[in-house]
């Protein structure tokens, strides 16, 4: 977990790691989700065992009172499932084009996903050597293109907003977890 000061802090009788989320969720919540989040956009794995470690630091908590962590449930969620990845590239200069796929996105309520809005161009490069999934991304036919992926496995391409729509919205329930 994370602890609210740092170990070169002043000598204190405890280090609080919060462990409770309430109003505003706790640093521990919001940390792990974004490194999961981060695995996902940059593939590197280091995020994921980070993440997990945390979420074993708080598995007795999560286990015997799951509501004292409602946000970090979330965090469990996304850990468990498999996040949707969704790039959508426009046309260089034709940003504003996008809008109707990005109001189709806007539309279905997807929890477990990470998204990367980009133009063609320098942007895309620069995204691409941070982001493995966005290398070889393009927007076809010179209009704004939508590629939904799982663990790096892309539907076909799509400029179409209803194609879009069903692929976002297409979920495969989890195995095993009863």
Do not use: W
């Not at 979420?55 to 498999?82: G, I, N, R, W, Y």
């Not at 539309?107 to 050597?129: D, T, V, Y």
């Amino acid at each position: 977990g994370f602890f609210m000061t740092s170990n070169d802090h002043e000598k204190l009788l405890a280090r609080e790691k919060p462990a409770y989320d309430g109003a505003e969720p706790s640093g521990n919540s919001v940390a792990i989700l974004n490194l999961l989040r981060l695995q996902e956009f940059t593939t590197d794995d280091e995020y994921r065992k980070r993440a997990e470690k945390a979420l074993k630091a708080f598995s007795v908590t999560l286990q015997s009172s799951p509501m004292a962590l409602s946000e970090m449930l979330l965090a469990v969620d996304f850990h468990l499932d498999k996040p949707k990845e969704i790039i959508i590239v426009s046309p260089r200069g034709k940003r504003s084009e996008s809008e109707v796929l990005i109001s189709q996105f806007r539309k279905e309520f997807l929890p477990n996903r990470i998204i990367s809005f980009i133009e063609e161009g320098a942007e895309l490069e620069s995204h691409a050597q941070v982001i493995p999934l966005v290398k070889a991304k393009h927007a076809i036919k010179d209009k704004p293109t939508a590629y939904v992926c799982e663990r790096g496995i892309c539907e076909l391409p799509t400029s179409d907003p209803g194609t879009f729509a069903r692929q976002i919205s297409k979920i495969e329930d989890l195995k095993g977890l009863e």
